[in-house]
Nanobody
């Protein structure tokens, strides 16, 4: 079984920064892609950023490009999301997710349903 645990959420003012972290434990795969997704009240869950096993292949949703940065440390089974210049519309529960890539070093996934393993989520609230 794979466990993902997020941390780092909180309440901040617009313009501030936060850094989310995700730790992966349990049975892990030789290569796995990861992503950060979020869900705001009344809205569908959406992908924020995704990263391949290699770390060099990344994807960002249009609304966060230039403000958010995803990174991972495969040796430590951790992933981070650095969020800068936060806006009230970034308010949501942020989820860490992962899936096996069956040996692919550069595959990442952009659809919510692509992910198999999920964390419990961490709340990010940005006040105006």
């Amino acid at each position: 079984q794979v466990q993902l645990v997020e941390s780092g959420g909180g309440l901040v003012q617009a313009g501030a920064s936060l850094r989310l972290s995700c730790v992966v434990s349990g049975r892990t795969f030789r290569t796995y892609a990861m992503g950060w997704l979020r869900q705001a009240p009344g809205k569908e869950r959406e992908l924020v950023a995704a990263i391949a096993w290699s770390g060099s292949s990344q994807y960002y949703a249009d609304g966060v490009k230039g403000r958010f940065a995803i990174s991972r440390d495969t040796a430590k089974n951790t992933m981070h999301l650095q969020m800068n210049s936060l806006k009230p519309e970034d308010t949501a529960v942020y989820y860490c997710a992962a899936r096996d890539t069956y040996g692919s070093f550069n595959a990442y996934y952009t659809r919510t349903n692509d992910y198999v393993y999920w964390g419990q989520g961490t709340q990010v609230t940005v006040s105006s």
